[in-house]
């Protein structure tokens, strides 16, 4: 072996940067991957991303810094020997078998990072890099950097979890370039600035530090003004495209990327056709080796950054002169001849080529106006627009796309004025009716119409509005029929012809990408991470949006990253959304980008009554009654969940509005809002929420996601003022006494258990209740299972003699009583404070200092963890989780069967630890803890087989974990459920394809 550099092996450098928790998985547990890969072209953030990496490491940690002088034998053995040696405080191993019998010493992880490692490709240290990480030892762990994929074996079986991260995941999202700018530089932009910034950049880790850099000193106003305008020909840039970018690429590289500079996705047959060579396909994959140019999975297909397209554009000529004017008609006609008629258009519309838009567009025809085709048309100018109308076509293509419907009606209106063109008259009436059906100016059609059908569905009576949609298997209809469905609450009948619409892109690519962005928010719960799979499927259709020129799904999106983040940055983000929405006229971007923020406030326990005020209103203005309904019941369960003056009223007019619109899922939570409004009819109004949610194919429990003060275990005005100072509380009718109170005794503290079974004890002592009538002990359970609230005697009697008169059945109750307050405190006198107290007409068992309830506790960590879910912490959420799911042995009070008074609170426990557990699957699987989500997915399961969230989480993690067998044990399990609900599987279907397309891992 021979000795290496020094300064090569350091410690890690300080972690700077912005941390993005969506980069940074749980790197401590045992599950955690052997390998991390980061892997991206220059500027992309990759050693940010390490030192970040590193900082979470709770071992040991060496940092290589390769270097070309590194690429001799045994160099990267012998480094790795040195840090080892280090580790566990040894003399460096002189040979591999001794290094490798040295790793099992290690008593807590070593980290082994090596950066810069494409200096070192083709070299000895690949080989010695792969014979180091096929070392057995548990605690080591590697973490590399590169420009280019290293070629190592990642089939390995120690490999098979291998994390890789790539430039495409280092690009920052537009929520982290507003946090990037606001917190980490400490110079907030505004919502315009940074979704213009992030177009342009397209989120490139070194053009965004290059920006500040460029703008740091400027005014607050100047800067966001250079934000907001930044264009296409900016050079901010260029020194570093220049000297780091581009440096080492031959002249034939560079002339390819010169050339190619229009194009947004680069192929071998495009780069030959306006290179007159026939070798590209070398060139480009050269280039990808580099790291210049990115490439999609399939190797056929290249992309540019656009940072560098701009850079090369500059150098070709300035805008509008012969050498860039030529190269765009050389490109767009290559384009067209491809069939790639709407990016041919783009690309002469930015150079303001009119005449060749309009010879393009007289060629292609309808072609040149499918949905996603017009961007270009934006830029149209009115005197073009005046006398041709295959281009006022184009830009009501366009108006449509961006979510105009009014301006796109006016649009059409002039085509038939302009042309007598069948073809081009027939595609207007088309285009006319979608765009009046959403304007609300439409009259019914004479033929069937998928639009029309989901503007009656939000208008009322949704689930009929479905019907006739079911039969038509068109993915326009499939998406319509998913869409009536889920707004009926039909989301078990929904969510699969959703998915169906989102995995075919390839016929109608905005349907597609709708049905995904409607499932990112529906088929996720949102509990997690918001950085998650939620967010990750919402990147995904914004960007693809971004690129087909969709760009009210853009906007929608936008509002929907917005707030997942869920922090008050996120949330100002999305009223900016509603105001550029509002702005452009488009009412429905506004109602939705509102209506799904208001979702996942609610569903993470965050309440807003003004703001759910607002959205009705919103929807009325449309007159979308059922998502009015909607809108209503959610108001009406924060109301009734914070108890404020007329709740009640807020309660029964959103169930008179759910039951007119004919919503069954709305009116599901409108009977749990009542019931938070009429205790005496809670269980009854509980029932019937559930049931009506069951029947309609509801698969979420809305009202389990807010804490109600009616839940909270708290004593009531007097009572509580009484225990809180030791003082008795009356338990009769007849008046107080006036004998001095016990003031020197202490009311005894009470441990009660509900779930698996009812326990209670007294001062750590079980409470002999063997002496107790059947009756008694019942009426101790019904007061256990409220412990801390008062239960009316008449409610009490009702439910245990219903067959005696008023008076008998009060004194059967009273006598009950009595007996159990024997039992409770046999030493007591009453004087002395009760356990079982009684106030007015009502009852409690009173919970004095030092008591326990494990209803209560499963409340708080519920409770706890939506406030740290909330706060964005993630960890704390997990800790939480854990202490609801680890409460929850058992349902609870099962010795009492099918008592109505506990069936009512048995299953909404159930379901809300269900739910616990899936959450908690989710988060854990977020944090890199892969086998604790396992096994939190199969404790869910076990609680609520029926929960489709945590059978796909179950399934995933088996296969992250690299157990295959697990996973289709499971997958099999999960078939069954399915097909008993009668949505079979599909025999079509792999394993992975039903765990990853569409819902991903979670759902409300």
Not at 12 to 38: E, I, K, W
Not at 600 to 628: P, V, Y
Not at 818 to 841: D, F, W, Y
Not at 957 to 969: C, E, S
Request: with cysteine.
């Amino acid at each position: 072996m021979v000795d290496p550099h020094p300064e090569r092996l350091s410690k890690a450098p300080s972690a700077f940067g912005l941390l993005r928790p969506r980069l940074t998985p749980g790197l401590n547990d045992s599950s955690s991957p052997r390998l991390g890969l980061v892997v991206g072209p220059p500027g992309t953030g990759k050693t940010t991303l390490l030192t970040q990496w590193a900082a979470q490491c709770s071992g040991d940690v060496a940092w290589y810094r390769s270097s070309k002088l590194d690429a001799k034998p045994e160099r990267m053995i012998v480094c790795f020997a040195i840090a080892l040696a280090r580790a566990i405080k040894a003399e460096p191993a002189s040979s591999f078998p001794a290094l490798a019998r040295a790793t099992e010493r290690l008593e807590r992880p070593l980290y082994f990072v090596v950066d810069d490692f494409h200096l070192l490709e083709d070299t000895c240290a690949e080989a010695e890099l792969e014979q180091l990480i096929a070392l057995s030892s548990p605690n080591v762990r590697f973490l590399v950097g590169s420009r280019r994929s290293p070629h190592l074996n990642l089939a390995r079986s120690e490999l098979q979890t291998a994390l890789t991260i790539r430039g495409d995941d280092l690009r920052f999202r537009i929520p982290e370039i507003d946090e990037l700018f606001r917190n980490t530089y400490g110079q907030p932009l505004s919502h315009d600035g940074v979704s213009n910034l992030a177009q342009v950049t397209e989120g490139w880790a070194a053009a965004l530090h290059l920006f500040h850099l460029a703008t740091k000193n400027r005014t607050s106003t100047a800067r966001r003004r250079s934000a907001e305008s930044l264009g296409a020909t900016s050079r901010f840039a260029r020194d570093y495209l220049t000297h780091h970018f581009l440096a080492g690429i031959s002249a034939e590289m560079e002339e390819l990327l010169r050339v190619s500079c229009l194009l947004e996705v680069l192929t071998p047959s495009r780069c030959d056709a306006l290179l007159d060579r026939n070798d590209s396909r070398v060139l480009l994959h050269q280039l990808e080796r580099l790291g210049v140019l990115s490439m999609d999975d399939d190797g056929t297909m290249f992309r540019t950054p656009k940072v560098l397209r701009q850079y090369l554009l500059a150098s070709v000529g300035d805008a509008g002169s012969d050498a860039q004017v030529e190269l765009r008609q050389r490109t767009a006609a290559i384009l067209e001849q491809e069939g790639a008629v709407g990016a041919g258009l783009q690309v002469l519309a930015e150079g303001n080529d009119w005449k060749a838009v309009g010879q393009v567009l007289g060629r292609a025809g309808t072609l040149a106006v499918l949905p996603g085709m017009c961007r270009w048309a934006a830029s149209l100018p009115d005197s073009v627009l005046r006398d041709d109308a295959w281009t006022m076509l184009a830009r009501c293509r366009q108006m449509v796309d961006d979510g105009r419907p009014a301006a796109a009606e006016r649009a059409a209106a002039r085509v038939p004025d302009l042309t007598a063109d069948r073809d081009c008259r027939r595609l207007a009436r088309d285009l006319s009716l979608t765009a009046a059906v959403w304007a609300g100016s439409a009259a019914p059609p004479s033929v069937f119409a998928p639009s029309w059908e989901l503007r009656n569905a939000l208008h009322s009576n949704p689930g009929a509005a479905a019907r006739p949609l079911a039969y038509r298997r068109q993915p326009e209809n499939v998406l319509a029929a998913g869409l009536s469905l889920l707004v009926a609450g039909n989301q078990k009948a929904a969510l699969p012809l959703l998915i169906g619409a989102a995995e075919r892109p390839g016929t109608c690519l905005g349907s597609a990408l709708a049905a995904q962005l409607v499932l990112a928010v529906f088929g996720h719960d949102n509990s997690g991470t918001a950085s998650g799979a939620a967010a990750t499927e919402v990147d995904a259709v914004l960007g693809e949006a971004e690129r087909r020129g969709l760009t009210w799904l853009c906007r929608l999106a936008h509002g929907i990253q917005a707030a997942l983040r869920r922090t008050p940055a996120g949330f100002k983000a999305v009223d900016a959304v509603i105001a550029s929405c509002e702005d452009r006229g488009d009412e429905w971007g506004a109602a939705l980008v509102a209506a799904a923020a208001a979702l996942i406030r609610l569903r993470s326990g965050a309440t807003d009554l003004e703001q759910l005020e607002a959205l009705a209103l919103r929807f009325r203005r449309l007159s979308a009654g059922t998502l009015e309904a909607w809108a209503r019941s959610a108001q009406a369960l924060v109301a009734a969940s914070l108890d404020i003056p007329g709740a009640l009223d807020t309660v029964q007019t959103a169930e008179a509005f759910a039951r007119a619109a004919a919503v069954p899922g709305a009116l599901a939570i409108s009977y749990a809002a009542m019931a938070l409004q009429t205790p005496d009819e809670y269980e009854e109004l509980m029932r019937q929420a559930t049931q009506t949610g069951q029947s309609a194919g509801l698969l979420c429990r809305p009202w389990t996601w807010l804490v109600p003060k009616s839940q909270q275990r708290r004593l009531p005005g007097p009572m509580k003022q009484a225990v809180a100072a030791d003082l008795p509380l009356s338990t009769s009718q007849e008046p107080s006494r006036t004998d001095p109170p016990c003031r020197g005794a202490r009311l005894p503290s009470l441990d009660v258990a509900c779930f698996s079974g009812f326990t209670l004890r007294r001062d750590g002592v079980a409470v002999d209740l063997s002496k107790i009538r059947p009756q008694a002990r019942t009426v101790l359970r019904i007061l256990s299972l409220n412990a801390g609230r008062l239960v009316h005697r008449e409610k009490l009697a009702g439910i245990l003699w219903p067959d005696l008169d008023a008076p008998a059945a009060l004194h059967a109750l009273q006598v009950s009583v009595s007996c159990l307050r024997g039992a409770l405190q046999p030493e007591g006198t009453s004087e002395c404070p009760q356990l079982l107290a009684r106030q007015g007409e009502a009852y409690a068992l009173v919970l004095g200092t030092g008591s326990t309830f494990d209803l209560a506790d499963f409340d708080d960590a519920l409770y706890a963890a939506s406030k740290a879910r909330s706060a964005g912490d993630n960890p704390g959420t997990a800790v939480e989780l854990r202490r609801a799911v680890e409460l929850y042995t058992g349902e609870v009070l099962p010795e009492d069967g099918p008592a109505e008074w506990a069936a009512e609170t048995r299953e909404r426990y159930r379901m809300r630890a269900a739910e616990a557990a899936a959450s908690l699957a989710g988060v854990e699987f977020g944090l890199g803890n892969s086998a604790a989500a396992a096994a939190a997915a199969t404790r869910s399961v076990e609680i609520d087989p029926w929960r489709d969230e945590s059978w796909r989480t179950l399934v995933e993690t088996f296969r992250q974990l690299g157990d295959p067998a697990a996973a289709q044990r499971a997958q099999s399990r999960y078939d069954v459920v399915l097909n008993s609900l009668g949505v079979p599987a599909g025999p079509d279907r792999t394993t992975a394809d039903k765990v990853t397309v569409g819902l991903r891992t979670e759902s409300p």
